[in-house]
């Protein structure tokens, strides 16, 4: 069992995630929490969201199959991820970052996490 901070090292470590901004192609690591049902003993099911990052706003078409790429790879390696569940991928988002305007998709996965 693991705790919610070394959950999400490890997850920023498989998906070679950015804790800082970042030119992109990029990931980034949040934490999505958890709805608290306790699954036995002070086990829960944490959420994080794994952002993908690419192109900027106007070269639609070339940003839009760049993030598909870089979304399918994070997919592919989080599926081999021991102890992880991609729950959700969203559909290609616009995104504001660090003053400028990207293509982004969400993947949302879960894992086991000790609270106490």
């Known amino acids: 069992m693991t705790t919610i901070l070394a959950a999400r090292a490890a997850l920023v470590t498989a998906v070679g995630a950015k804790d800082t901004f970042s030119d992109p192609p990029a990931c980034y690591v949040y934490s999505n929490g958890s709805d608290m049902e306790l699954k036995g003993g002070s086990s829960i099911v944490w959420t994080f969201?794994?952002?993908c990052?690419?192109?900027?706003?106007?070269?639609?078409?070339?940003?839009?199959?760049?993030?598909?790429?870089l979304t399918q790879s994070k997919v592919n390696t989080l599926w081999a991820?021991?102890?992880?569940?991609?729950?959700?991928?969203t559909a290609d988002l616009v995104t504001d970052i660090a003053g400028?305007?990207?293509?982004?998709?969400?993947?949302d996965v879960s894992t086991?996490?000790?609270i106490i």
């Open 81 to 89: 991820l021991a102890g992880w569940s991609v729950d959700r991928v």
């Open 53 to 69: 990052v690419v192109g900027y706003q106007g070269d639609d078409a070339d940003s839009s199959r760049a993030l598909a790429a």
């Open 49 to 51: 969201r794994v952002s």
């Open 112 to 114: 086991v996490v000790q």
């Open 100 to 107: 400028g305007t990207y293509f982004s998709a969400d993947i």
